[in-house]
């Protein structure tokens, strides 16, 4: 039987990797993740990089920023400000579009 | 094999600086990386631009793809190389090329070689000695409002490189069973550590990144963690107000429409909505539906109506009479 059931991890408000898991993870220098955190692009819970602890949105954030820096060519806070507006963008898209549907069932022939 | 028009992908001439190349492969990668843009195909164009701009930025490359232009290689949309054609890029010592030489095309490998299909991979290279941690691979998975709200089970299959016998990626059609917990959000991300790409030579195996798309319901809309039901009800219920059955994604709940109700009104149940930490709640909407007047009674009984109560809906645009 080829049928695996997996363990999944939902990219929510937990954050259970130290840095150096982290680290591990995602195959940076610990110094690049504090760069990071410091230009916004990642924001741990617990205060300084002994205490800090990661989620999964870090290590998404964390590869994408990577990806960016290496094809785009942009600073690490050209790519903090990029994140967050494709968060935004991303919010704004799905707003949008629940609107249109309410418009459309207020307006519709019954 | 198809040939590649490297000019034509990055939309510049055959006699551009290399200046104008980089601006144009900086403007193009701006618009279709796969992490900005959300366009179709985004993923496939950037791909190209990559490859093109690994030929065109390097001098010596580029002589070389405007050599096998001029002798005519090219001709007929089919490529072949001179018989004694070899290029001068070395793919084999590595650190090459700073790109994924094993996305390329057929076309750019029987120009310049194949980097021993061993690269650096999307999320920035890991190597211990020889070990690449394998590539992640991100799919979008579709769920309905239902199961977003109760939590559901899920099998899929997915083609996926994983290491044969002799240690050699191969692909393979995995099928895995994850439990999606309830209240899943749109767009939300989840992770399948290890579930990616093999990785070579001892190196990790990717992981998987799902995407949550939620499917469209006709009742609800859903922003976030809230949904919103448009409700329709009767103009008396909207003046007098009433106690209604509302559907709600557990079920059905009382909601009580105040009198004097207006047709867009938002009337909001706390908590209804996705559940969470915070849960989300349920806004409901209404709609005033205005009935047909179906007999000469029905119009009579409008007409009184219309004669007892005076209201004029265009009294603040003083354009009424």
Redesign the interface.
């Known amino acids: 039987m080829n049928d695996k059931s997996v363990e999944i991890e939902l990219a929510d408000d937990s954050t259970p990797y130290e840095m150096r898991e982290l680290c591990e993870m995602c195959a940076v220098r610990a110094e690049l993740v504090v760069e990071m955190v410091e230009a916004g692009i990642l924001e741990p819970s617990g205060s300084a990089p002994a205490g800090w602890r990661f989620g999964v949105r870090s290590i998404i954030r964390l590869r994408k920023a990577q990806r960016l820096r290496r094809d785009l060519d942009i600073n690490l806070s050209g790519i903090a400000l990029a994140l967050d507006l494709l968060d935004d963008l991303d919010q704004m898209r799905e707003r949008a579009q629940a609107l249109e549907r309410q418009l459309q069932q207020l307006t519709d022939e019954a | 094999m198809k040939t590649v028009d490297y000019y034509e992908v990055m939309g510049v001439a055959e006699d551009a600086s290399a200046d104008d190349i980089k601006k144009a492969y900086?403007r193009l990668?701006?618009k279709y990386?796969p992490?900005?843009s959300s366009a179709p195909g985004a993923e496939e164009k950037?791909k190209a631009l990559?490859e093109a701009y690994e030929v065109l930025k390097d001098p010596d490359k580029r002589d070389e793809y405007d050599t096998l232009r001029k002798y005519g290689a090219f001709a007929g949309e089919q490529f072949s190389p001179p018989p004694d054609w070899q290029s001068r890029a070395e793919f084999s010592e590595g650190g090459y090329t700073?790109v994924d030489p094993r996305q390329f095309s057929e076309f750019f490998e029987a120009m310049y070689g194949r980097r021993g299909g061993v690269g650096t991979q999307?999320?920035?290279?890991?190597s211990r000695g020889f070990a690449f941690?394998g590539e992640?691979v991100n799919a979008r998975i579709s769920i309905g409002l239902a199961e977003a709200y109760s939590g559901t089970t899920r099998?899929f299959s997915l083609q996926i490189n994983r290491l044969d016998d002799n240690g050699i990626p191969t692909p393979e059609l995995?099928?895995?069973?994850?439990?999606?917990?309830a209240g899943?959000i749109?767009?939300?991300?989840?992770?399948?550590?290890g579930?990616g790409q093999a990785g070579i030579g001892g190196g990790e195996n990717g992981?998987l990144?799902?995407e949550v798309a939620l499917v469209?319901d006709p009742r609800f809309?859903?922003?976030?963690r809230d949904v919103?039901l448009?409700l329709?009800i009767s103009p008396w219920e909207a003046i007098l107000g009433a106690t209604l059955d509302v559907p709600t994604l557990g079920g059905r709940v009382k909601l009580t429409i105040p009198a004097a109700a207006n047709?867009?009104q938002k009337l909001r149940l706390k908590g209804k909505g996705l559940p969470g930490?915070p849960a989300g709640d349920q806004y409901v909407?209404l709609?005033i539906?205005v009935p047909q007047a179906h007999s000469e009674e029905d119009r009579e009984l409008v007409r009184k109506m219309q004669e007892q109560m005076s209201f004029d809906p265009r009294a603040e645009m003083e354009i009424s009479g």
């Open positions: 900086r990668a701006r990386h992490d900005v950037f990559g700073e999307a999320g920035g290279p890991r941690r992640d099998t995995i099928t895995l069973k994850a439990t999606i917990p899943v749109n767009g939300q991300k989840i992770r399948l550590r579930q992981d990144f799902l469209h809309s859903v922003d976030g919103t448009v329709p047709a867009g930490k909407v709609r539906v």
